[in-house]
């Protein structure tokens, strides 16, 4: 079945160094991807989003990656600060792009150690 | 920016009791949407509405039902509620058009069936 996922639960990185999060999807479909960020006691927030059409897009701090050939996505983060402690989760439309449906993945946890 | 609010973000209610979650977005909004979030299970959709009187079943949607009188606000509805039910409740709105599956959440409400 379709499915989004993450290949690690948690991430552990040295505030400064770079971290990079992964996730696979299976659905060759999906023409848009997107990363949430949620916090403790939050919801998910927007952090960047891509189309099918690239295979890269910068943000603040925060650079996604699409390689649609392994059907992969990663997101990466300079300088990871204490700040960016959090769940990260990528989503998938899985080719409804008239509907607004998205696909969750799990969810990696970054921890920043100081 | 785009504010979706929850009512609630605790509630405790008692297996067998109707129990109404309600969700408010001040953007004009057409697309509304329900997940749960479990652990490990990441986010899953209940139900999703596209316009004012319309629904449409997400993936879990036994035990549940949704509301959508006015444009901005989205109610979901347990019928008679189960302890199974116990979970995190997350509302998200977006917009139609291009950017349909950017997806604006709420804080969520953490439900606990006893």
């Known amino acids: 079945g379709e499915s989004v996922g993450l290949h690690l639960p948690t991430l552990s990185v040295q505030e400064g160094d770079n971290s990079i999060i992964n996730c696979a999807y299976s659905n060759s479909a999906s023409d848009y991807f997107i990363w949430y960020k949620q916090e403790s006691g939050k919801g998910p927030q927007f952090i960047i989003d891509?189309?099918?059409?690239?295979d890269k897009r910068q943000g603040q701090r925060v650079t996604v990656l699409l390689n649609k050939t392994v059907k992969h996505l990663s997101l990466q983060i300079a300088a990871t600060q204490p700040g960016d402690s959090a769940v990260y989760f990528c989503a998938e439309n899985a080719g409804s792009s008239n509907t607004g449906k998205l696909i969750f993945g799990q969810g990696t946890t970054l921890q920043v150690k100081p | 920016d785009v504010k979706v609010t929850q009512s609630s973000r605790y509630l405790v209610k008692r297996t067998g009791e109707k129990v109404f979650l309600e969700c408010v977005q001040d953007?004009?909004?057409?697309?509304m949407f329900w997940y749960r979030q479990d652990p490990g299970l990441g986010l899953r959709l209940i139900y999703f509405s596209y316009d004012v009187k319309m629904k449409e079943k997400g993936d879990i949607p036994e035990g549940y039902s949704v509301s959508r009188e006015k444009k901005e606000r989205f109610s979901l509805i347990l019928e008679s509620a189960s302890t199974n039910q116990t979970s995190m409740y997350l509302c998200a709105s977006s917009s139609t058009g291009p950017t349909n599956e950017k997806l604006f959440f709420g804080s969520g409400t953490q439900l606990s069936v006893l």
């Open positions: 891509i189309r099918s059409n690239m």
């Open positions: 953007m004009d909004h057409e697309n």
